[in-house]
C-alpha cells in the first residue's frame, strides 16, 4: 500500500490549494480514507474523511465550509480543496487509508489508522 501527497505549498491567507493522494496497492474505494494533519508537538488530527462503509463524508468543525474532500475512484485519488484558508491550518498534511472501515465519522480518527503517506507541508502566513 503506498499513498502519497502532493500538492502543499506556502500561501497567505484566504488563499485555497488543492492537495492530491494517489494510492496504489490496494482497492480504494472499500477503506476509510481521509486527510489529517499534524504539528509539532500535537497529536495528528483528523480533517476530513469518506467513510468506507456508506461513503458518508466528515469534516472537523473547524474547516466545515471551507475545505471539500473528493475522490476519484477510477484514479485512486484523493483531493482535498482548501479555501479561504488560515494561518491555523499551517501543518503537514497526510492522507491515510483504514481498513476495514469502522464507520460513521470514525473515520476522523488518526490512531485507527493503517497506512498513511509521507505528508505535504501548507503554510499560510497572515
Known amino acids: 500500500v503506498y499513498l502519497v501527497e502532493s500538492g502543499g505549498g506556502s500561501v497567505q491567507a484566504g488563499e485555497s490549494l488543492r492537495l492530491s493522494c494517489v494510492a496504489s496497492g490496494f482497492n480504494f474505494a472499500r477503506y476509510d480514507i481521509g486527510w489529517f494533519r499534524q504539528v509539532p508537538g500535537k497529536e495528528r488530527q483528523g480533517v476530513a474523511c469518506i467513510s468506507g462503509n456508506d461513503g458518508r463524508i466528515w469534516y472537523r468543525d473547524s474547516v466545515k465550509g471551507r475545505f471539500t474532500i473528493t475522490s476519484e475512484n477510477a484514479k485512486n485519488t484523493l483531493y482535498l480543496q482548501m479555501t479561504n484558508l488560515d494561518p491555523e491550518d499551517t501543518a503537514l498534511y497526510f492522507c491515510?487509508?483504514?481498513?476495514?472501515?469502522?464507520?460513521?465519522?470514525?473515520?476522523?480518527?488518526?490512531?485507527?489508522?493503517?497506512?498513511w503517506g509521507r505528508g505535504t507541508q501548507v503554510t499560510v502566513s497572515s
Open positions: 491515510g487509508a483504514d481498513d476495514p472501515p469502522l464507520g460513521g465519522s470514525y473515520c476522523l480518527l488518526a490512531s485507527d489508522y493503517d497506512y
